[in-house]
């Protein structure tokens, strides 16, 4: 088979139609290959095309890479955007994998809704893929290794060469004269794709010529038998799955067998687009986790992704960040304010056009717990401790120093989203008052009861 602009415009057809491709183009001999195809379809392609280059700021040569990418945009007339990276090594982490996650983030951050990321993986990748996760004792789902089409952020990520060879890619930079970037790193053993890829494959090709096409073929038939599986399961899912907060009930959970309570996590946190935890990870959550008494709230994280517990429900989330509880806002009367630490936004109405349009009497800031705090709640007639208040109201543990507090003059006149205090009534703006929170995250646990199985 030679591959052609034809068979990349077959590809596509056979994905659904997006708002527009998003080609991921480093300057390599593959990325080369898919931008250059892409462009000669022309008119033929279903959506309007772009490229996106990003500098991981790994290589000294990097910015002679940055000018290269931009000189093939130019010559094939597709619109560039360029984002370099200064990486940081993280402990217990390849530089290869926090590389890999810093590039899919700006990724996910430039993809426009609808849009399809279209990367240049190819049949010789998968294979290493398949190999690779084999040799990690991956399950079923790992050994699926690459896909031709998933969800990605707000769009879709699509690999339309998983079915050519790095030789017929070759082939056709050759015979179209195309000139790309060679990273010397590719050469470089010490990783284990590139030992796979210089040392193991050429070998096993040497006595199985076929072997990246049957080895691609085999992650092809365990992505089948993945999504048969995660098809049955997702049924079970369901049940267990708070339909508001998407937690899991762990008394459910805890109500099965271990092998199906790993296989139920695994398809949790990969619907919900987290990288899936190894088997060691997996095991902790369920020995730590839900095997935790329910008045504790433990946590276990990894690579992006972090599993808490609080009472009978289990809760999937990104990593907090740091906090610091100590700095204050001062609120002016505004309509909004912006929180820190990626808490979201306040909103303030009065019910007046143009926002509240005038500051409050007294001094009033936006502060957050520090301990020891006490409030009068409206309507209760006696004085509650802060913390009593927020496990009352079921603010999660790890939320609760999180949750804004509006003061005026050093008393809390407000706990944003939990309830109002008695300074509100010495206030005529505080009294008509009324302030939304938009947190990015859940901080207060469902009402719902999650079903069991």
């Not at 794709?193 to 050429?202: D, G, S, T």
């Amino acid at each position: 088979m030679s591959f052609s602009p034809d068979h990349l415009l077959n590809s596509l057809r056979n994905l659904s139609t997006p708002s527009g491709y998003l080609v991921g183009f480093s300057g390599g001999m593959d990325s080369h290959v898919l931008l250059h195809a892409l462009a000669q379809l022309g008119d033929r392609l279903s959506a309007p095309l772009r490229a996106i280059h990003i500098d991981h700021g790994l290589q000294a040569s990097s910015s002679d890479w940055h000018r290269h990418c931009e000189a093939v945009c130019r010559d094939l007339d597709i619109p560039l955007v360029s984002f370099s990276l200064e990486l940081k090594p993280i402990k217990g982490e390849s530089l290869e994998n926090v590389a890999r996650q810093a590039r899919y983030g700006v990724l996910a951050e430039q993809i426009h809704r609808d849009e399809m990321l279209l990367t240049a993986h190819h049949q010789d990748d998968q294979a290493e893929t398949l190999l690779l996760q084999l040799l990690r004792g991956a399950g079923l789902s790992g050994l699926a290794a690459m896909p031709m089409l998933s969800p990605f952020d707000k769009g879709m990520h699509a690999r339309p060469l998983l079915d050519v060879s790095r030789d017929e890619l070759l082939q056709y930079a050759t015979r179209n004269h195309l000139q790309w970037i060679e990273d010397g790193s590719n050469q470089d053993t010490e990783f284990d794709r590139n030992y796979l890829r210089h040392k193991v494959i050429p070998l096993l090709k040497s006595r199985w010529p076929a072997t990246t096409r049957t080895l691609s073929r085999s992650a092809r038939h365990c992505a089948e038998a993945d999504q048969l599986i995660a098809g049955l399961l997702s049924e079970q899912l369901n049940q267990i799955r708070g339909q508001q907060d998407g937690s899991l009930s762990i008394s459910a959970l805890n109500a099965l067998p271990t092998d199906q309570q790993g296989a139920l996590l695994r398809l949790w946190i990969g619907q919900a687009g987290f990288t899936l935890p190894s088997a060691a990870v997996l095991k902790r959550i369920i020995s730590e986790v839900l095997g935790a008494r329910p008045d504790r709230n433990p946590l276990v994280t990894w690579s992006g992704a972090e599993v808490r517990r609080y009472r009978d429900a289990l809760y999937l989330m990104s990593p907090l960040p740091a906090f610091d509880s100590v700095p204050s806002l001062v609120w002016r009367g505004e309509s909004e304010l912006m929180l820190p630490a990626g808490l979201g936004r306040l909103q303030f109405h009065t019910g007046e056009e143009g926002g509240t349009g005038l500051a409050a009497s007294g001094v009033c800031r936006i502060t957050f717990r520090r301990g020891g705090e006490i409030c009068r709640p409206l309507g209760r007639g006696q004085s509650k401790r802060l913390k009593q208040l927020l496990q009352g109201a079921g603010v999660f543990p790890w939320m609760r120093d999180r949750i804004p507090l509006l003061e005026i003059d050093g008393e809390i006149a407000e706990v944003i989203g939990v309830c109002r205090c008695e300074p509100v009534l010495r206030d005529s703006l505080l009294r008509r008052l009324n302030i939304t929170w938009d947190c990015p995250q859940p901080w207060m646990g469902a009402t719902t009861v999650n079903k069991p199985v």
